[in-house]
């Protein structure tokens, strides 16, 4: 497949890493931390010409480091449907491609994990995805007492149909009443 540089991580462009040394975990760093050099890894712009520190970018649910974003393309990545942040986010990563596998804990500096480990919190994430999924198809009752699929919200035509189905009944109680209490049987 051949990328243009719209959309293409910027790190893809830089020379592959050769001797990093040893990431000093005290202070949190990865080999991320040392190949990137105060890169952002989508769009290459250096920590020193923005206003905060790179952001140490992680799967929200995996935990697992992906690398470093400055603030700009780190908001982004979360929502933005562009396809250099799919890519980001769907393992175009220096920590993927690399094999640099860290467990993100918050404020904490991030944990050097096994490829192993990785790979499970991996299946565990599509797990809780794909039961998440299953729990969203499963047909549920709303409050006109017809199922949805997918627990829909009921639409204006939904309220009307119901409205209709409720005005239906009334009527046809009261011209039941009406007519059994003429014919003098009460119910």
């Known amino acids: ?21 040893t990431p000093d975990p005290y202070y949190g760093e990865t080999e991320a931390h040392l190949w990137q050099v105060g890169r952002c890894g989508i769009c ?12 140490l970018d992680h799967d929200h649910d995996t935990g697992l480091v992906r690398g470093l974003l400055c603030t700009g393309c ?9 396809i250099l942040f799919r890519r980001w986010k769907s393992g175009m990563n220096p920590c993927a491609i690399f094999g640099w596998h860290y ?5 904490s500096a991030p944990l050097p994990i096994t490829a192993a480990q990785a790979s499970l919190l991996e299946s565990r994430a599509a797990e809780r995805e794909a039961e998440l999924k299953r729990l969203m198809l499963q047909p549920m009752p709303n409050i006109f007492g017809k199922e ?6 009921p639409t204006d035509q939904d309220q009307h149909a119901a409205q209709s189905r409720e005005h239906l ?4 109680m009261t011209t039941t009443h009406h007519a059994t209490t ?3 049987v009460e119910r």
């Not at 290459?44 to 952001?55: D, F, P, T, Y």
């Not at 467990?103 to 404020?107: F, K």
């Not at 009944?169 to 046809?172: D, N, W």
Request: with cysteine; aromatic share 8%.
């Open 1 to 21: 497949m051949t990328f243009t540089d719209d959309d293409t991580p910027a790190f893809m462009n830089w020379p592959l890493p050769s001797e990093l040394g």
């Open 44 to 55: 290459g712009v250096h920590q020193e010409k923005c206003s905060r520190r790179h952001a």
């Open 74 to 82: 780190n908001l982004q990545e979360g929502w933005s449907p562009n």
């Open 103 to 107: 467990y993100h804990r918050g404020a």
């Open 148 to 153: 949805v699929i997918g627990g829909g919200v």
């Open 169 to 172: 009944e009334e009527t046809h």
């Open 182 to 184: 003429e014919a003098g």
